[in-house]
């Protein structure tokens, strides 16, 4: 049995519920490119209308660093929000104060009201006392539903759950943080066999991830970003292949990764390409270097590899080996196959776009997270849970 409440163990008919979502979706000049955050919240929401609760919804939207930017209003969330539910979803107009606390007092059982992006103040990312005050006054019951932020002890996912339960109020989990708790505490659980696979972009979170999940796991096929990084760290000629991110060189990270990761897989055969147009296509070994003007565009796995993740209890994989949305899929499809003909390891893809590139995977599980799903395999929590269980002792400071 969990030790926190999720969403069906606490009474909300008649009372007004603040749930915190993830609703941080990709925007394009004012319009969401990719519903699957609005669409994960649903069943929470849904749940908490048509129970009479008053929804108070709150979220984070980009990094405004404490400031209103206009372009970062929740607005079009708030419109999307209310298409998919078939009923209104007004917009407050901040997060907290008198006009958004006249606004939640006026709402009757099973309204939903969507709360201004969070970070327009900088009292949510510093989880300051006033801020999480004023958030505390919206609610009779808290949910955290926003599995993607909860390795973050802000004020919406840390300070305000502690403060209502400081009060005797009741905070819970909902169905999508439920969902994740289980999926990576299996994960966690399990001392059986596990293979990590590290690709894609987001070097500071895939390195992360390989130099803290390192020991907890079996094997690390390492492709994507990280890969070239590392081999450049080895000493290997990777030409006009990207090695860094906003600027930051990770040649001191890769070196360590190299140092302390004896169970590290770089395959060795690469597929590149010019990467003005990722044409002229060319199958090599990185031992023999990558000429300039190409860049490495996938990387192929050996058949030793495959055999070894076919004995593999648990796949967690975050991200594709190549270049997915170029078309360089042959690393990540044979990756995939190797996977699919263990019939019996179980599979876990963190991200949308992890997904895709694994779809027709049996077994597979998708989580919502990417640096949440990474913090919980390292430590076996998260803030927002430790907050969820009361637990106040685990954010004071050391």
């Known amino acids: 049995m969990a030790d926190y409440k999720t969403i069906e163990e606490v009474d909300v008919k008649g009372k007004c519920v603040l749930a915190r979502l993830d609703l941080n979706v990709p925007m394009k000049e004012g319009k969401i490119k990719d519903y699957t955050r ?14 009479g609760a008053k929804v108070v919804l709150m979220s984070h939207f980009g990094r405004p660093e404490g400031k209103i930017v206009a372009e970062l209003s929740l607005k079009p969330v708030a419109v999307a929000l209310g298409e998919k539910l078939g009923k209104e979803v007004k917009l407050a107009p901040d997060c907290i104060g008198d006009e958004v606390e006249a606004l939640v007092n006026g709402m009757a059982d099973g309204d939903v009201i969507l709360l201004e992006n969070l970070r327009f103040h900088p009292g949510e990312e510093a989880n300051e006392a006033g801020f999480v005050e004023s958030l505390a006054k919206l609610a009779d019951v808290y949910v955290n539903d926003a599995f993607g932020t909860a390795h973050r002890a802000h004020a919406s996912t840390a300070g305000v759950p502690l403060h209502l339960l ?3 109020k009741e905070v819970a989990a909902g169905y999508l943080m439920k969902e994740e708790l289980e999926i990576w505490g299996e994960v966690v659980a399990s001392e059986g066999k596990k293979v990590l696979v590290i690709g894609g972009k987001k070097l500071k979170e895939k390195m992360k991830a390989i130099k803290k999940l390192a020991k907890k796991v079996s094997l690390v096929v ?23 991110e906003k600027g930051k060189d990770y040649a001191e ?20 390409a010019k990467p003005d147009t990722w044409e002229d296509q060319k199958t090599l070994s990185i031992k023999d270097g990558v000429s300039d003007g ?10 030793d590899v495959k055999s070894s993740i076919s004995s593999c209890d648990f796949a967690i994989i975050f991200g594709p080996l190549g270049i997915f949305e170029k078309g360089f899929t042959k690393g990540t499809g044979e990756l995939a196959a190797a996977i699919s003909a263990n019939q ?15 779809k027709g995977v049996p077994n597979m599980k998708v989580s919502t997270g990417g640096g949440a799903s990474i913090s919980y395999l390292k430590d076996g929590t998260l803030d927002a849970l430790e ?12």
């Open 166 to 168: 400081q009060q005797g």
């Open 253 to 272: 990270e890769a070196k360590e990764i190299l140092e302390k990761c004896s169970n590290l897989i770089l395959g060795e055969q690469v597929v590149v």
């Open 222 to 244: 390492v492709g994507g970003v990280p890969y070239s990084v590392i081999q450049k760290a080895a000493g290997m000629n990777i030409g006009g292949s990207l090695a860094e």
């Open 38 to 51: 609005i669409d994960a919240a649903l069943p929470t929401i849904k749940y908490l209308s048509d129970n």
């Open 387 to 398: 907050a969820l269980k009361g637990n106040a002792e685990h954010f004071k400071k050391e």
């Open 344 to 358: 019996n390891i179980k599979v876990v893809v963190g991200g949308g776009d992890s997904a895709l590139a694994y």
């Open 294 to 303: 190409y860049a490495i565009a996938d990387i192929i796995i050996s058949e």
